[in-house]
Structure formats: structure tokens, C-alpha cells
Nanobody, 117 residues
Framework: AQLVESGGGSVQAGGSLRLSCATVGYTSGPYCLAWFRQVPGKERERVAYINTYGVRGYAESVIGRFTISQDNVKSTLYLQMNRLKPEDTAMYYC????????????WGQGTQVTVSS
């Protein structure tokens, strides 16, 4: 099974995008799903996560603007991004792990988000 992201693109500051990630095969049993982002030359940052029990967590920089959710019927993870800022520009990755949200074993190929001022 693969994690496959989609929904990236270019948007002006203040706009919105919704990222999707196909998660077939990753949500049976205990799991954690997350969105990360990375800018060239900088460390990868965890943006948001959701676990088996529906517990969600967010990076401080996106609280109130981004929402992580999942559709178990469609086996899809989402990241709704509102009020986007130029500093949100990055490659966004979907990640999964079978146990905890501390580390992630499975990664998608990434989708680029570019926010212009």
C-alpha cells in the first residue's frame, strides 16, 4: 500500500487549499496519521496529526487555520488549510505509523503548496 497525496497548488495569501492523502491499508489497528511539511534547507515540521482515538494535534503556527480530518469509508486523510500565509509554502507530506505519533515509518511522495503574497 502507498500513501498518495494530492491537492497541492498555488494560492494567494489568505486563500485556502485542501490536501488529501489516500491511506488504504494504514488504518487497521492502532495508527497515527500526520501531515508534515518541509522547505529546502530546513528541518521537516509536523503540521498536524490524528490517531486511532481521534486525538488531534497541531503545530502552533497553524492552530486556528488548519484542520486535520479523515474519512474512514474513503480511507482518506485531509488537511484543510485556510488563511494561508507565504510562510506556509512548502512540500507537504502525508505520513503514517502503526503505533504512535512519535515517529513515522511510511511516507507519501509529497505535494507542493505555494502561497504568494
Amino acid at each position: 500500500a502507498q500513501l498518495v497525496e494530492s491537492g497541492g497548488g498555488s494560492v494567494q495569501a489568505g486563500g485556502s487549499l485542501r490536501l488529501s492523502c489516500a491511506t488504504v491499508g494504514y488504518t487497521s489497528g492502532p495508527y497515527c496519521l500526520a501531515w508534515f511539511r518541509q522547505v529546502p534547507g530546513k528541518e521537516r515540521e509536523r503540521v498536524a496529526y490524528i490517531n486511532t482515538y481521534g486525538v488531534r494535534g497541531y503545530a502552533e503556527s497553524v492552530i486556528g487555520r488548519f484542520t486535520i480530518s479523515q474519512d474512514n469509508v474513503k480511507s482518506t486523510l485531509y488537511l484543510q488549510m485556510n488563511r494561508l500565509k507565504p510562510e506556509d509554502t512548502a512540500m507537504y507530506y502525508c505520513a503514517a505509523d502503526k503505533d504512535s505519533c512519535g515517529s513515522f515509518s511510511y511516507w507519501g511522495q509529497g505535494t507542493q503548496v505555494t502561497v504568494s503574497s
